[in-house]
Nanobody, 127 residues
Framework: QVQLVESGGGLVQAGGSLRLSCAAS????????MVWFRQVPGKERDFVAA????????DYTNSVKGRFTISRDNAKNTVYLQMNSLKPEDTAVYYC????????????????????WGQGTQVTVSS
């Protein structure tokens, strides 16, 4: 089992920055790949960014490339999402999730691959 708690959401003006954190407990953090998804009311949960166990592999949805950075600190059992140049269309509830992977460089971008989820944190970007 992996327990996840997100933090760092809030209200920010367009062009601003936020850093989301996701603290993990319950299993060796370095055994899991991590991901951020986001969801707006009435829509499916969308992939944002993923990072492998080692941190050496990352992937991003096209709309956030060059603006968002996912990273992890295995010593602190935490994954981060640095969000810069925020746009109103980034407004959503952001969720982190974890999946045990066999290989250090492995990651997934599909939600069904991740069995462990946090409760979400709201990010609102005003225009």
């Amino acid at each position: 089992q992996v327990q996840l708690v997100e933090s760092g959401g809030g209200l920010v003006q367009a062009g601003g920055s936020l850093r989301l954190s996701c603290a993990a407990s319950g299993r060796t953090f370095s055994s899991v790949a991590m991901v951020w998804f986001r969801q707006v009311p009435g829509k499916e949960r969308d992939f944002v960014a993923a990072i492998s166990r080692s941190g050496g592999n990352t992937d991003y949805t096209n709309s956030v490339k060059g603006r968002f950075t996912i990273s992890r600190d295995n010593a602190k059992n935490t994954v981060y999402l640095q969000m810069n140049s925020l746009k109103p269309e980034d407004t959503a509830v952001y969720y982190c999730a974890a999946a045990i992977t066999a290989h250090w460089g492995q990651l997934y971008i599909a939600a069904y691959e991740y069995p462990y989820w946090g409760q979400g944190t709201q990010v609102t970007v005003s225009s």
